[in-house]
């Protein structure tokens, strides 16, 4: 597998240093797929809510009303929970 080499501060070494003789990681390179893949994901997160987002303001204005809504809501949270 094709490797990069990065140049990082001293107080940032030394936290990975920290970070892998902990065992909380194996090595550096862990350290940092790790904090790639936690970015991947949060990106791809960020991105599907600006989509949901984008398809509710195209959408247009809806007829109902606040207290409508709410209810749905609460419904909603009450069957996730099972109740």
């Given at each position: 597998?094709?490797?990069?080499?990065?140049?990082?501060?001293?107080d940032?070494?030394?936290?990975?240093?920290?970070?892998?003789?902990?065992?909380?990681?194996?090595?550096?390179?862990?350290?940092?797929?790790?904090?790639?893949r936690?970015?991947?994901?949060?990106?791809?997160?960020?991105?599907?809510?600006?989509?949901?987002?984008?398809?509710?303001?195209?959408?247009?204005?809806?007829?109902?009303?606040?207290?409508?809504?709410?209810?749905?809501?609460?419904?909603?949270?009450?069957?996730?929970?099972?109740?």
């Amino acid at each position: 597998m094709p490797g990069i080499t990065i140049a990082l501060p001293d107080d940032l070494k030394d936290w990975i240093d920290e970070k892998t003789q902990s065992g909380e990681f194996s090595d550096s390179g862990a350290y940092v797929s790790d904090l790639i893949r936690r970015d991947r994901e949060r990106s791809e997160k960020i991105a599907a809510m600006q989509s949901a987002v984008d398809a509710g303001l195209a959408s247009g204005v809806g007829d109902r009303t606040a207290e409508d809504l709410f209810e749905t809501a609460r419904r909603r949270v009450q069957t996730a929970r099972g109740a």
